[in-house]
C-alpha cells in the first residue's frame, strides 16, 4: 500500500515568512497530489493540487512542486498570515479501482503576529 | 465546487446503541464516496470506500459489521455505527468524488460522534 510521510509535523514562523511542507510517498504509479488545509473541527479544503504531469503550480501565495523521480512534492506558502494557521495535510492518490486519497499525518502550521 | 453535506453535525448516543450518519452530494453524482476516521490532533484514517448500487470495500483493520456503510443512490452514502461503545467516540468524515478523472475529492462538514 501507499506509505505516505510528511515533514515536519509542526512549523511557527513569523507573519510575512516562508514555510515549506514536503510530503514523500512510496507508490510510483501515484499522478495526482493535493494538498488539503483543515481548520479546528472543520472539513479539509482543497487549496492546491497538481497532476503527475506537472512540475509546478503556482495560485498567489501558495505552490506545489512535484519531483515523481524522488517520489516528493512540497507545498510552498509565501507572504504567511495569522489565517493561515491551520493544519496542512498531504494526500496523493493511490491510482486503482477507486482514487483513494491515503492521507499524510498532517502539519500543524502557526503563523504568529 | 461541488457542496457535499453530512448529516447530523454532531450526535451523541449511549452504548449499545447504533447511530447512522448521512452523506450527500448536492450538486454533483457521486459513485464513489469514502468515510474516513479522524481521532484528535490526528490524521484522517480511510475507513472504507462506498460504491453505488454494491457493496463497500473496508480498509484493513476495519470492522465491516461495526460500520456499516450503504451507498443507496449516486447522491447519499450512509455510515452505521452498530452497538456503539465509548471508543467509537470520534470525528467521521465523508467525501465524495465525481469519478472519471475528475479527482478532486470534496468534504462532508463531518460527524462529531459522543458515546456515553
Known amino acids: 500500500g501507499e506509505n505516505v510521510e510528511q515533514h515536519p509535523s509542526t512549523l511557527s514562523v513569523q507573519e510575512g515568512d516562508s514555510a515549506v511542507i514536503k510530503c514523500t510517498y512510496s507508490d510510483s504509479a501515484s499522478n495526482y497530489f493535493p494538498w488539503y488545509k483543515q481548520e479546528l473541527g472543520k472539513r479539509p479544503q482543497l487549496i492546491i493540487d497538481i497532476r503527475s504531469n506537472v512540475g509546478e503550480k503556482k495560485d498567489q501565495r501558495i505552490a506545489v512542486t512535484l519531483n515523481k523521480t524522488a517520489k516528493h512534492f512540497s507545498l510552498h506558502i509565501t507572504e504567511t498570515q495569522p489565517e493561515d494557521s491551520a493544519v496542512y495535510f498531504c494526500a496523493p492518490l493511490r491510482p486503482g479501482g477507486y482514487n483513494k486519497l491515503i492521507f499524510g499525518a498532517g502539519t500543524r502550521l502557526a503563523v504568529h503576529p | 465546487g461541488a457542496v457535499v453535506s453530512q448529516h447530523p453535525s454532531r450526535v451523541i448516543c449511549k452504548s449499545g446503541t447504533s447511530v447512522k450518519i448521512e452523506c450527500r452530494s448536492l450538486d454533483f453524482q457521486a459513485t464513489t464516496m469514502f468515510w474516513y476516521r479522524q481521532f484528535p490532533k490526528k490524521s484522517l484514517m480511510l475507513m472504507a470506500t462506498s460504491n453505488e448500487g454494491s457493496k463497500a470495500t473496508y480498509e484493513q483493520g476495519v470492522e465491516k459489521d461495526k460500520f456499516l456503510i450503504n451507498h443507496a443512490s449516486l447522491t447519499l452514502s450512509t455510515l452505521t455505527v452498530t452497538s456503539a461503545h465509548p471508543e467509537d467516540s470520534s470525528f467521521y468524515i465523508c467525501?465524495?468524488?465525481?469519478?472519471?478523472?475528475?479527482?478532486?475529492?470534496?468534504f462532508g462538514q463531518g460527524t462529531r460522534l459522543t458515546v456515553v
Open positions: 467525501s465524495a468524488q465525481q469519478g472519471g478523472m475528475n479527482t478532486e475529492a470534496f
